[in-house]
């Protein structure tokens, strides 16, 4: 049962054993008798094929240490990349297996995805395997340094599962499809023990995985999603951001040539510092969560109009910048840093291999 509830604005899912409650923007549900399938209403899907995952991998299948839930206290596990990775992986699977969406709609998203792991630093600090084991205390109170320390086991996590689908099918007989099942057969009742995942992907595969789990999985490396896909007819390309806030999947023709490293939201007319990247421009002017930016070079900048702002500049510029921190005026200098190609999509061969069918198409 799918429990939806559509405001104005909102986003997001909580499984339960033979349900789910949802809640999507209004607009993302299509118009009665409109069967095209908007951005808006391909996360709706991608939510509720999600959640629907969730009855089998979490509700069923969970670790070994919720069995039984202690809901007086914390039970602490570092396996949560596996629950949310593998299952952020199999939602969006599922729509283009189901032909809901396109495989040219499914890699869009997974190169979302890509976009947004690489452009947290975080990622370089913390492994999913830490990342699970801390989300108590970390990943679920995030405060204005979160992107630079913290890792999402849900984003990078799914990257990791998706390389291991695709090193299991060109080195093995078998692919994730078959680790997931023998899961649910060993640990569906009983809870998955800490080290239970990776003991049947090396049982049911053959193969020495130890190398794998330590780089990306306890270790801080991105995942060789770029090696692993050439066989699949599937080419992984990165280019700088075409503006602020690029969500990824696409390729641009024009791109942003610098990077301030300051995200700002617009509060009451007022363009205020959210979340500081490390070693950035911003960071390294001494700009601050919760400043107020009010000027680049003597000019009014606003959220809406720093990405209009930076074009007027290139690599290595030095800027001023005006801001107040609480009710002091602050004169900062910036010197502009070369954006970085963190915003990742992919090109799909026209002469697909069989082995991209078997695995977007089964």
């Known amino acids: 049962v799918f429990l939806l509830n559509a405001p104005v604005s909102g986003y997001g899912g909580l499984e339960h054993r033979w349900s789910s409650a949802n809640i999507c923007s209004r607009d993302s549900i299509p118009m009665h008798g409109d069967s095209s399938v908007s951005d808006g209403y391909r996360q709706l899907l991608g939510l509720l094929s999600h959640e629907y995952f969730h009855l089998w991998n979490v509700k069923r299948i969970k670790p070994a240490v919720f069995t039984p839930y202690a809901l007086e206290q914390e039970s602490y596990t570092k396996l949560l990349w596996v629950f949310e990775g593998v299952t952020s992986?199999?939602?969006?699977?599922?729509?283009?297996?189901?032909?809901?969406?396109?495989?040219?709609s499914y890699f869009e998203l997974i190169g979302q995805t890509v976009t947004r792991v690489l452009g947290a630093a975080g990622r370089k600090r913390q492994s999913v395997a830490e990342s699970s084991f801390d989300a108590w205390i970390k990943f679920y109170k995030q405060d204005a340094n979160g992107p630079n320390s913290i890792v999402s086991y849900y984003a990078k996590g799914s990257l990791i599962i998706l390389a291991l689908d695709l090193l299991l099918r060109t080195k093995s007989e078998v692919s994730l499809d078959t680790v997931m099942r023998e899961c649910f057969r060993r640990y569906g009742a009983d809870g998955m023990p800490e080290d239970g995942f990776e003991e049947v992907c090396k049982e049911v595969s053959g193969l020495n995985l130890d190398d794998f789990f330590a780089r990306y999985v306890y270790g801080t490396e991105d995942p060789p999603l770029e090696d692993l896909l050439k066989p699949f007819g599937v080419s992984l390309k990165l280019r700088q951001p075409a503006q602020i806030g690029d969500k990824g999947g696409k390729s641009a023709d024009k791109t942003l040539a610098v990077t301030f490293g300051a995200n700002l939201s617009d509060q009451n007319g007022r363009a205020m510092v959210q979340t500081v990247a490390s070693d950035s421009p911003a960071?390294?002017?001494?700009?601050?969560?919760?400043?107020?930016?009010?000027?680049?070079?003597?000019?009014?900048?606003?959220?809406?109009?720093?990405?209009?702002?930076?074009?007027?500049?290139?690599?290595?510029?030095?800027?001023?910048?005006?801001?107040?921190?609480?009710?002091?005026?602050?004169?900062?200098?910036?010197?502009?840093?070369?954006?970085?190609?963190?915003?990742?999509?992919?090109?799909?061969?026209?002469?697909?291999?069989?082995?991209?069918?078997?695995?977007?198409?089964?």
């Open 89 to 104: 992986y199999y939602d969006d699977l599922a729509l283009v297996r189901s032909g809901v969406i396109s495989p040219e």
């Open 283 to 362: 960071e390294r002017a001494g700009l601050a969560p919760q400043d107020e930016l009010l000027a680049i070079d003597g000019l009014r900048v606003s959220a809406g109009s720093l990405d209009r702002r930076l074009r007027d500049f290139a690599p290595g510029d030095e800027v001023s910048l005006s801001c107040f921190r609480d009710d002091v005026l602050l004169s900062l200098s910036a010197t502009l840093d070369e954006a970085a190609a963190t915003v990742g999509w992919f090109e799909i061969a026209e002469e697909r291999p069989k082995v991209f069918s078997d695995w977007l198409q089964p």
